[in-house]
């Protein structure tokens, strides 16, 4: 695993995880969605969410860790709790591990440990790494063309439904979602990201 380092408020994040062993992760499409449920429960609190995949034995997110002033708390007015954002990471993988091991009657950790996180620093790294996460059904070969895989964020930003992903934000940094929808035509050099995409790269 890459080193762990401390997830800083108001950073940037390439976020990842994968099953235990190469165990899958999701295991039918309900699975997904539950994901993405506990993930707004425990992550939007504390963090910014630009893009992501979910595959069935891994993960990958862009996100961004809320200031700290910003960040929600839980609890009430006389007895409020700081969300610690590692933490909360936790209590989501903790939580859907929970849920997967008692519908299919399973034991033990579900992803692996530590989760992986590498902190984007650069303004040029962000279009790529989004296109590399969009890009990663169809590198893996989950299906034959990345825009048809129905579990990433890609098909979002042509979408006038409400998101929680900040899909403002993300079509400012490629100038409109014509220039989005063209650059993920385009290959992705994995050397000049290699930084950001840790144990992923081939």
């Avoid at 409020?80 to 849920?99: A, D, G, I, M, R």
């Avoid at 940094?173 to 950001?196: R, T, V, Y």
């Amino acid at each position: 695993m890459q080193k762990q380092i401390p997830l800083v408020h108001g950073a940037y994040y390439h976020i990842y995880n994968r099953g235990n062993g190469g165990e899958n992760i999701f295991r039918e499409p309900r699975n997904y969605g539950y994901f993405l449920t506990l993930y707004a429960k425990h992550i939007e609190p504390i963090a910014e969410t630009f893009a992501y995949c979910l595959l069935r034995n891994h993960f990958h997110l862009l996100t961004r860790i809320r200031e700290c002033e910003t960040c929600q708390v839980s609890g009430n007015l006389t007895g409020l709790k700081y969300l610690e954002p590692s933490q909360q990471f936790s209590n989501l993988f903790n939580s859907y591990t929970k849920s997967i091991n008692i519908a299919y009657g399973r034991t033990g950790n579900l992803f692996q440990r530590p989760f992986g996180r590498i902190r984007v620093t650069r303004d040029e790294y962000f279009t790529n790494l989004i296109r590399y996460i969009h890009l990663n059904p169809q590198k893996h070969g989950f299906v034959s063309d990345f825009r048809e895989y129905p579990y990433s964020s890609y098909q979002a930003f042509f979408s006038t439904k409400p998101t929680r992903l900040c899909r403002d934000v993300v079509l400012e940094w490629f100038s409109g979602d014509s220039n989005f929808k063209s650059a993920h035509n385009l290959p992705i050099d994995e050397m000049q990201i290699a930084e950001l995409i840790g144990e992923d790269a081939d």
